[in-house]
């Protein structure tokens, strides 16, 4: 099974968390190639990261994609992902774990905003 | 004139402020439907946001469409950019300017994620 897992900082604001929720539950609703969605937090609220990804490896993914939902490559981007990508890949050796790049530094990210701002 | 404005938090990491210049430079080098591309931020950085839109209007902009470019709609998204939009409004009320949702609340997020993951 093929997952993807979003990554977010985590806010004090329960409404920022629920809005991270709410894009998985949408992309979940989507025609994707994904058969499970994950999302999780750095900081300041559940599910942490390493978990919400434990969690998709326990429901039977076998390969999971990681997508850092941060517009910025600031300390949490350089530094927390690459230790969560370790701690997973020597914890799940027999899962293939992708990490993409932060979401602002997406190919398409200038075409994309374009494309919103004439709509 | 159409100008696209862009508007960050602003960090105190020089890179992360270079990424979002590098974006609205992309976005210029586009073909898009805005004569001027402007980026401005809340705090921490220059130039401020309304200082880039003041310049966008100095520059000739007749409509400003103005993008919030945060992923969750905390306090900054809540509070500031009203805020920005009252003022700018009262100071070039000869220019349309257009508030849009911020960027992770823009429709076709969902979908968009799916096609970065997929590809």
Redesign the interface.
């Known amino acids: 099974m093929n997952a993807?897992l979003?990554v977010?900082h985590g806010?004090r604001?329960q409404?920022?968390n629920d809005?991270?929720a709410a894009?998985a539950q949408?992309?979940a609703?989507?025609n994707?190639?994904?058969d499970l969605i994950g999302h999780g937090f750095l900081e300041l609220t559940d599910p942490k990261a390493f978990d919400a990804l434990s969690d998709l490896v326990e429901k039977g993914a076998k390969q999971i994609?990681v997508?850092p939902?941060?517009?910025?490559?600031?300390?949490h981007v350089v530094s927390d992902f690459p230790e969560i990508m370790e701690k997973a890949e020597n914890e799940f050796p027999e899962v293939e774990i992708k990490l993409?790049p932060h979401?602002?530094?997406?190919e398409?990210?200038?075409?994309?905003?374009?494309e919103?701002?004439?709509a």
């Open positions: 993807l979003l977010a806010s604001k409404s920022s809005e991270v894009l949408k992309i609703s989507l994707n190639s994904f994609t997508l939902y941060f517009l910025a490559a600031g300390h993409l979401l602002g530094a997406m398409g990210m200038a075409q994309w905003i374009v919103l701002a004439s």
